[in-house]
């Protein structure tokens, strides 16, 4: 009992024990509906989402993204810069519990998001406003986590592809490369539009469908018609599009360019 009240408020410090894992380590690990602390991980958390796990959710919710953002989601900044963080809110202040914890688990685990898929290894560059680290994955260690005391041998590309986060990975790469890049706007004149414009792809997908197609977004820029189709039947084909037309809007840079009148 003592010992759970330590963890909880270790974890409450955001305290962890975090061990670097080689590129060619293993390490045990076992999570399953039986086990002792199931859900433990659950509570007192920070869930911090990234674009596909906001179209994963709010698809399967039924809902429009910037409803799933006010229902469902909290935005912070990372420590000491302004990087938007979308984080999921929590049911009980107190108690911390992730909003989509049920009586039987996860209600969301088809398309739980991938910081969830990771546990308990996570990558050390997560945080745009850190240093290069030699060693870019860890493992999370936490008194009350008893998976680690049972199962198989992983290795972390072993345990992604067990998980499902290969996909959302490749989907959310252009994305994540450029995040601590957004810290160069710091000094522009532009730069809360520029990171409201980020926020709105990042994470309305259903308002940057709206601004691309209701708007003269593409009498403006080159977008070809095969492009257009594409990006107005397939959600994941216009958040990709999104990330590339941030990469003009935010740097000067990608292949999607202003129409020359
Ligand atoms: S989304 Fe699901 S797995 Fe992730 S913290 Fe919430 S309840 Fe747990
Ligand atoms: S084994 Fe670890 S990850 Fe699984 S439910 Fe328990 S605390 Fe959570």
């Given at each position: 009992m003592e010992k759970d009240k330590k963890q909880k408020n270790r974890r409450e410090r955001g305290e962890f024990d975090l061990k670097p894992i080689a590129d060619d380590a293993t390490f045990r690990f076992s999570c399953h509906?039986?086990?002792?602390?199931?859900?433990?991980?659950?509570?007192e958390i920070d869930v911090v989402l990234t674009p596909f796990d906001v179209l994963r959710l709010k698809k399967k919710l039924g809902i429009r993204s910037d409803e799933f953002l006010v229902k469902y989601t909290t935005m912070q900044t990372y420590k000491d810069s302004e990087i938007p963080l979308l984080k999921l809110t929590v049911k009980?202040?107190?108690?911390?519990?992730?909003?989509?914890?049920g009586e039987e688990g996860c209600?969301?685990?088809?398309?739980?998001p991938t910081v969830c898929r990771n546990y308990p290894t996570g990558v050390a560059?997560?945080?745009?406003t850190a240093g290069q680290s030699a060693q870019p994955f860890f493992i999370i260690e936490e008194d009350?986590?008893?998976?680690?005391?049972?199962?198989q041998n992983w290795s972390i590309p072993e345990w992604k592809a067990n998980q499902g986060v290969a996909e959302l990975d490749e989907l959310n790469k252009p994305w994540l490369e450029m995040i601590p890049r957004?810290?160069?706007?710091?000094?522009?004149?532009?730069k809360d539009q520029k990171l409201n414009i980020f926020i709105m792809v990042s994470f309305d997908q259903d308002t940057f469908r709206s601004f691309v197609f209701e708007s003269s977004f593409l009498e403006r820029f080159e977008v070809s018609q095969a492009t257009a189709d594409l990006i107005r039947k397939d959600d994941d084909e216009l958040l990709k599009f999104g990330f590339k037309w941030l990469e003009f809007v935010l740097f000067?840079?990608?292949p999607i360019r202003p129409r020359k009148h």
């Open positions: 509906p039986g086990i002792s602390c199931f859900n433990a991980c659950c509570h009980d202040e107190k108690r911390r519990q992730c909003i989509f914890l209600s969301m685990y088809e398309c739980r560059t997560q945080d745009p009350m986590c008893q998976g680690h005391f049972e199962g957004l810290k160069s706007l710091r000094l522009k004149d532009d000067g840079e990608g």
